[in-house]
């Protein structure tokens, strides 16, 4: 599936976190503070919006001004989604895992969608957390599958562990100098480092993207996406 055509979770959930992380204020990040409800939060104010607003509008008010999609090539998504016709029925989804750094600054989302023509897919969305406290999407991907993913009897979450000193930059994502458009390798990581990500496009614009967690003193693969070539011309 194309990144475009990924959305959020349109039913609550209700994830429990630890007393410490509920305590301390969304807008201030730190080691503990990781809540992964926010993030489905997120998902069912974007899938909300959509209904409400228009698909493509959606992406674009939920959309970080650096986010990336893929079409199949990297593109601003912001670029992309500018005076976009909305279509005629709105992708359904739901998430089905979380997985976030744990100062809470990054998370990422994965679950199933339905397109009206009954066709299925999944998609991988990585949210970041601004100043002000709410998120917002700086990738999304996806792909269409031959069956719908099995729906979980709840949704699950994994939080990184926590480590001392600062992390890095957020966001890292390499661009064509000349143009200023996304390259074909990015990356990025969470404000403390629990949580890091990279993609990579091969010229057959087939791609990767890992998404790795701090778990036991180490950094540790959780999701590994592989789309393949496209079809056709």
């Known amino acids: 599936m194309q990144a475009a055509l990924t959305i959020g979770a349109a039913v609550l959930v209700v994830i429990a976190v630890p007393a410490d992380a509920r305590k301390r204020p969304e807008y201030a990040p730190g080691a503990g ?3 992964p409800s926010a993030l489905v939060a997120a998902e069912i104010a974007f899938a909300r919006t959509a209904r409400e607003k228009g698909q493509w509008k959606a992406f674009g008010e939920f959309a970080d001004d650096d986010a990336i999609m893929f079409v199949p090539d990297p593109v601003r998504a912001k670029d992309w989604l500018s005076g976009r016709k909305e279509p ?3 992708v359904q989804w739901q998430p089905h895992q979380v997985w976030m750094s744990c100062d809470g600054t ?3 989302t994965k679950g199933a969608w339905q397109r009206p023509d ?4 999944y998609f991988t969305t990585i949210w970041q957390k601004r100043k002000k406290g709410d998120y917002r999407w700086v990738l999304d ?4 599958l031959e069956q719908p993913l099995k729906e979980p009897q709840m949704l699950s979450a994994s939080v990184a562990d926590c480590a001392r000193g600062p992390g890095g930059d957020e966001l890292l994502v390499e661009r064509d100098r000349e143009n200023g458009v996304p390259g074909m390798d990015g990356r990025g990581r969470s404000k403390d480092g629990t949580l890091t990500w990279r993609y990579h496009v091969d010229p057959d614009k087939s791609r990767w993207l890992q998404v790795s967690l701090l778990k036991n003193g180490a950094m540790t693969e959780v999701l590994r996406s592989d789309v393949a070539a496209p079809k056709g011309p």
């Open 33 to 35: 503070t990781a809540n």
């Open 88 to 90: 005629a029925a709105t």
């Open 106 to 108: 990054m998370g990422v």
């Open 118 to 121: 009954g066709s299925v897919g």
């Open 141 to 144: 991907q996806g792909d269409d």
